[in-house]
T-cell receptor, first 115, second 114 residues
Framework: DGGITQSPKYLFRKEGQNVTLSCEQN?????MYWYRQDPGQGLRLIYY???????QKGDIAEGYSVSREKKESFPLTVTSAQKNPTAFYLC??????????????FGEGSRLTVL | SQQGEEDPQALSIQEGENATMNCSYK?????LQWYRQNSGRGLVHLIL?????REKHSGRLRVTLDTSKKSSSLLITASRAADTASYFC??????????????FGGGTRLMVKP
């Protein structure tokens, strides 16, 4: 079945360590996104990519990095520079503006806890 | 930046009652979408309403859009315990140059008591 797969579902990290969250989609979508969600809050955009080998910063990109080497994959690295990384991370994909409705398809999320 | 703001932040009702959630936004939009999130899960798209539409239905869901007031409402009729979730509105700006850039509100937490 088509969809978005995030892994791992739960991740624990010690302070000072970088961690990478995986996001894979088989929907043939051009655009992919990473959002951060804090308890009881809405979603804030970290990074997005509209095409392979290109990505743009969102509202809260500091302390994060991404790559888009393949259409299907958009991994997010939470670096040691992120001061408060404990959060729920959501990956999403969509067709590009003008060719779709703007609907986002989400993965099941990855919960990162810094010990 | 969060454009949409939902009201109320939390809502508790009895099964069978209707639930109404409101969303306000700040800038001109191409469309407005509602999403649902069960606790600890990803978001699921519910319904999309375009800026030239005023009302849309999908099953027990009814969405209205008032562009003059920059507001939308989501009505869930005959609620069920399984409707317990957080509901988010999200907007796509009318100058959608950055590609489907949805901006999400803070959400309404709905609890439906059996």
């Amino acid at each position: 079945d088509g969809g978005i797969t995030q892994s791992p579902k739960y991740l624990f990290r010690k302070e000072g360590q970088n961690v990478t969250l995986s996001c894979e989609q088989n929907l043939n979508h051009d655009a992919m996104y990473w959002y951060r969600q804090d308890p009881g809050q809405g979603l804030r955009l970290i990074y997005y990519s509209q095409i392979v080998n290109d990505f743009q910063k969102g509202d809260i990109a500091e302390g994060y990095s991404v790559s888009r080497e393949k259409k299907e994959s958009f991994p997010l690295t939470v670096t040691s520079a992120q001061k408060n990384p404990t959060a729920f991370y959501l990956c999403a994909s969509s067709t590009l503006a003008g060719s779709g409705t703007g609907e986002l398809f989400f993965g099941e999320g990855s919960r990162l806890t810094v010990l | 930046s969060q454009q949409g703001e939902e009201d109320p932040q939390a809502l508790s009702i009895q099964e069978g009652e209707n639930a109404t959630m409101n969303c306000s936004y700040k800038t001109s939009i191409n469309n407005l979408q509602w999403y649902r999130q069960n606790s600890g899960r990803g978001l699921v798209h519910l319904i999309l309403i375009r800026s030239n539409e005023r009302e849309k239905h999908s099953g027990r869901l009814r969405v209205t859009l008032d562009t003059s007031k920059k507001s939308s409402s989501l009505l869930i009729t005959a609620s069920r315990a399984a409707d317990t979730a957080s509901y988010f509105c999200a907007t796509v700006p009318s100058n959608n140059n950055a590609g489907n850039m949805l901006t999400f509100g803070g959400g309404t937490r709905l609890m439906v008591k059996p």
